[in-house]
């Protein structure tokens, strides 16, 4: 696709190395005055976008595509189709990974390129941004510009909103992110619940020398935990095996809390350091000396901040006065944890606007809304 204008916009897909990392580079080029951007690891990048590296590809295929003026690289765009998510919702394709300079042709050059490409494709309707999963970064930030994200979640700057807006697509779904401290004042009504529960509930943390069945626990609370949820598509074995590597990395064991009843996995919650806080200023670069200074900040200098990504009740306890329990128990366990850190905020996300459960544990317990993230839609 090659709109011709003054701009003189060309879009061209990426087929190699070379295009790859260009294509990885261009958020330096839309960012590059926005002090809150936290440039991401290129390595990690790279790594993500190869399919032969990232397992979404085990059950996905996608296409990207890079925007030029001249020899300047001016935006960016993916476009995925995830078979675990068609195979439940239809002739759903995503787009993701979206950049742009402040000009309305190219954004609508960029989202038209996805889309005939998905179009193509056989998909009927496409829903974005996702980077490149549910699973993963999704959401066009729409509040919340003033602070950098926190680890594994996005960024913006303002006039995508409006341009996204401009291009046909209605909003779907808000994702919201709360900040909360961990040593939140518990309310009254939740050490009721507690009080009750915990005649049956224990908490437990990671049990680190069965990494490979936590896993396994984890994955499946998760799975049945958010299986009704708006836009769910299941982690695999494979996906998970690279949080545990993650986690391995990063965590100690009582980050991870899982709630069991009668010896039975129920419910679970994950958190991690900031990595963001470390890596701010190493501009995207491990070498040559990026990796000392990361590994010193994390053994001596930890973040002071962390992020609660994954965290589920099982189904069945959805709609009993045991799940609002359930919930408040692992997030009150993990959070002993971050404050033996010496962790000063944690963010919840991303929760669903109409999570008015949730939404209400975490408002109970002094949480606030500090980001907004908006998924859009249109139909092909």
């Not at 936290?38 to 190869?50: M, N």
Request: aromatic content about 10%.
């Amino acid at each position: 696709m090659n709109p011709s204008s003054e701009y003189r916009i060309r879009i061209t897909p990426v087929t190699n190395r070379k295009q790859l990392d260009e294509f990885i580079k261009v958020p330096w080029t839309i960012y590059r005055d926005d002090p809150n951007w936290v440039p991401p690891l290129l390595f990690e990048q790279r790594q993500r976008l190869t399919p032969k590296k990232n397992p979404f590809f085990q059950h996905a295929r996608w296409q990207a595509w890079t925007a030029w003026s001249g020899n300047r690289t001016v935006g960016r765009i993916s476009a995925q189709i995830d078979r675990l998510y068609t195979a439940d919702n239809g002739k759903t394709g995503y787009f993701g990974m979206l950049e742009a300079e402040n000009n309305p042709e190219l954004l609508n050059a960029l989202l038209a390129t996805a889309e005939d490409w998905l179009r193509e494709q056989g998909m009927q309707q496409v829903r974005g941004p996702f980077n490149l999963s549910i699973n993963e970064e999704c959401g066009l930030l729409v509040e919340g510009y003033d602070s950098p994200p926190y680890i594994m979640m996005g960024h913006a700057p303002p006039y995508y909103e409006q341009l996204v807006d401009a291009a046909g697509y209605r909003p779907a779904k808000d994702l919201l992110a709360y900040e909360i401290a961990p040593d939140f004042h518990v309310p009254a009504v939740m050490t009721r619940l507690v009080e009750k529960a915990s005649r049956q509930v224990s908490v437990r943390p990671l049990r680190r020398r069965q990494l490979k069945q936590e896993l396994e626990i984890l994955r499946d609370i998760f799975n049945d935990a958010w299986s009704d949820n708006w836009g769910f598509t299941p982690f695999t074995q494979a996906e998970f095996a690279d949080i545990g590597e993650l986690l391995t990395l990063l965590v100690d064991d009582d980050f991870v809390q899982i709630a069991e009843i009668d010896n039975q996995p129920v419910a679970m919650i994950v958190a991690l350091p900031n990595i963001n806080e470390a890596i701010a200023d190493l501009n995207g670069r491990l070498l040559p000396t990026g990796w000392l200074k990361l590994l010193w900040r994390l053994k001596v200098r930890y973040p002071v901040t962390a992020r609660a990504p994954l965290m589920g009740v099982r189904k069945a306890y959805h709609h009993t006065r045991l799940g609002p329990a359930l919930a408040f128990m692992v997030v009150d366990a993990v959070c002993h944890g971050l404050i033996r850190r010496n962790i000063r905020n944690v963010e919840l996300s991303w929760i669903l606007e109409n999570n008015s459960g949730m939404r209400n544990i975490i408002e109970t317990c002094g949480g606030v809304i500090s980001k907004r993230y908006r998924i859009y839609e249109k139909s092909l």
